[in-house]
Nanobody
Framework: QVQLVESGGGLVQAGGSLRLSCAAS????????MGWFRQAPGKEREFAAH????????FYADSVKGRFTISRDNAKNTVYLQMNSLKPEGTAVYYC???????????????WGQGTQVTVSS
């Protein structure tokens, strides 16, 4: 089992920045690839970014590319999502998740955090 706890969400104006953190405990964090997803009200959960086990490779959804940066610190068992130039359509609950294969499909992620709310005002 891997337990994941997100933090860092909040209310921000359009154009602003937030940094989300996801702290992991349980099984060896560095064994897992990590992803960030978001879910807006009434919409399906969508992929935002993922990172490989060492942190040397990342991949982003087109909707966040160039504005979001995913990173990890295996010594701290933590994955981050730096979000810049936030847009009102970025208002959602943001989740981190752990997976073995490198994938953008949420169905293939084994462990999920409880989510953190991000609200972007216009």
């Amino acid at each position: 089992q891997v337990q994941l706890v997100e933090s860092g969400g909040g209310l921000v104006q359009a154009g602003g920045s937030l940094r989300l953190s996801c702290a992991a405990s349980g099984r060896t964090f560095s064994n897992y690839r990590m992803g960030w997803f978001r879910q807006a009200p009434g919409k399906e959960r969508e992929f935002a970014a993922h990172i490989n086990r060492s942190g040397s490779s990342t991949f982003y959804a087109d909707s966040v590319k160039g504005r979001f940066t995913i990173s990890r610190d295996n010594a701290k068992n933590t994955v981050y999502l730096q979000m810049n130039s936030l847009k009102p359509e970025g208002t959602a609950v943001y989740y981190c998740a752990a997976t073995v294969p490198m994938t953008t499909d949420p169905k293939n992620y084994d462990y999920w955090g409880q989510g953190t709310q991000v609200t972007v005002s216009s």
